[in-house]
């Protein structure tokens, strides 16, 4: 069968091809540039624990040897300090040495507008060596208390974040390391080629494939089982398709700097919203720094509405000043290392599928205004179309599974947008009568933490609630803390060899999951329970399921009594619970989060373009 065909070798390209090679499908990337990446302090990603985890097993790579998690999170307005929370537990074991970079500002992957690039020379301006730094400051999470006294940004009362302990570190780090440790990846992979200097110009279908033109150096004709377009806002795939791409321009605007310092804070990410202290040229009502490794930290200013021109020099004075304003009025040495603009738009695309042709990432929709992040769902769509390909590929063309990407992907992100438009006029809507509402300074801090920490509406992990491929309710459902359609929790397991390993290690292999919940089994070894109780009636179970599966068992899950069976997708979303072992649920459940039954003339002809593959 022919392989796959992904326009674009951004993060999600790459990662699309990945997640299809490990399940066992060829493909192949074109790519327009030269397999190079420019690389860019200010042009920065920001992973949350779920697609940080996806990309980990995909490149078997620790990311935290390429990135920074923050050690604590810290909002102020004007002079107070409106919320803290601490990460330093998590983030512990996990910081790294190495230089890299922070999140990618306030709008996910770099795919708005960048302009104003210019790197200014660090040596004037108030610069300094390497060697004058103090090292390891970064990765003090408890900063100075003295400085902030000293600045008048004393901590309030009541400024803890009880809720810090749950929330798990975002991960920051260069979008060209990124993309750097996917293509290493990729190299190691028999099953991907990657064509450089390959700019799509047409695309043609049938029943049977699509085919797929490109120019330049390396201009040709490319056949395809399927193609999908992760080539970014200005899409070549979209446009080929004639797929409308509505939405907002210019929602917000940043001015980006990334430079080497020391702030009063070391480690935490700080979003500040009215400055106390006055700057040049246009007032900026928000400034968020964001630290990376190596005492190297992200800055990021609000922009006023409009076009603006930012210049180098008002750059430079709003750092100046900035830094003074954190640091009792005293600029402290530092270096610019990097500069830029960052325009963030809205857009979602009206359909992400036409026949055999797929948009996934910044060519299916555009988000990252109030600090949510645009690159983490186009992993999450990689994540979930990936599984979806392959089964197509291997087993024949199921349309309602096909189509339940779109269903599915559109809709998590579609609220996404709609929650960011419904905040946008509350927190940038400029004073009024609101502004003087008790409380509201707090639910405007707690909205933006959200967002940038991705939690609620804004920020978390979608749930497919209303999928069609979830199994209608059963007497033989029970709750647990997981929602059906939302993502598993990652809980130890013992796999079928007797290791013991986290749930999130068994994804992304192209195979159901089913885990029971058997309290005390982490204690004895498996072969004492394996054959006792309902194992073997569960066992059987699994074996007769519409897919292949692996069956996982849990001593604990949030929620979950014991004897509970949770079926998990390729790509860890929860299809059901049910409360024991109930065969004829699980197996209907199972088939419904694959679309349904087959059709034969889809095995049929799977099996045919198989044959003819391998003769």
Known sequence: MDPV?????????????????????????????????????????????????????????????????????????????????????????????????????????????????????????????????????????????????????????????????????????????????????????????????????????????????????????????????????????RKLQDIRFPGRTAVERYAVAALRTELPWPGQALLHRMPPWRTSGPASGEVTARPLADDVWRLDWLLPPGKDLVTPDLLVARIRETLAGWNAGSTPPYELLDTGVHTIHHRLARRWRAGRVFLAGDAAHLLGALGTQGLDEGLRDADNLAWKLALAWHHGPHEALLDSYQAERRAVVAARLRAADQALPLLRGGGGLRSYVPGSARGHDALLTDGHLGRGPLGAPGAYVDSPLAPAHTESETPVDTAPGAPVVDVRVTAEDGSFVQLRERLGRGVLLVVLIAPGTGVWARKHWVT??????????????????????????????????????????LVTALSGVRPADLYTAAETALGGPATAEAETEAEAETAASTS
């Open 5 to 237: 065909i992904i326009v674009g070798a951004g993060p999600v390209g790459l990662t699309l091809a990945l997640a299809l090679a490990r399940q066992e499908v060829p493909c192949v990337v074109l790519d327009e540039g030269p397999d190079k990446d420019e690389q860019r302090l200010a042009r920065t990603v920001v992973l949350r624990e779920d697609t940080a985890a996806l990309v980990e097993r995909l490149t078997g790579l620790p990311l935290t040897d390429a990135g920074f998690r923050w050690a604590g999170w810290r909002s102020m307005r004007r002079k107070q300090v409106m919320r803290e929370i601490d990460f330093a537990a998590r983030a512990s074991d996990t910081d790294s040495p190495d230089f890299e970079a922070d999140a990618h500002g306030p709008g996910g992957e770099a795919h708005g507008a960048v302009s104003g690039t210019q790197a200014f020379g660090g040596g004037a301006h108030g610069s300094r060596s390497g060697a004058q730094r103090s090292g390891g400051s970064a990765r003090d999470p408890k900063g100075s208390a003295q400085s902030l006294k000293s600045a008048g940004l004393g901590p309030t009362a009541d400024a803890q974040d009880s809720e810090g302990a749950d929330v798990p570190a975002p991960l920051h780090l260069a979008q060209h390391a990124l993309t750097g440790a996917l293509r290493e990846a990729i190299i190691h992979e028999r099953l991907i080629k990657v064509a450089v200097g390959s700019r799509l110009d047409s695309i043609e279908q049938e029943s049977s494939g699509v085919t797929a033109h490109t120019r330049g150096p390396n201009g040709t004709w490319w056949r395809g089982s399927y193609l999908v377009g992760c080539d970014g806002p200005r899409s070549t795939v």
């Open 532 to 573: 006792a109780g309902i194992m073997p009636r569960l066992a059987a179970a699994v074996t007769a399921l519409p897919h292949r599966a692996e069956l996982l068992v849990a001593e604990s899950y949030p929620g979950a009594a014991a004897h509970t069976v949770l079926l998990v997708r390729p790509d860890g979303h």
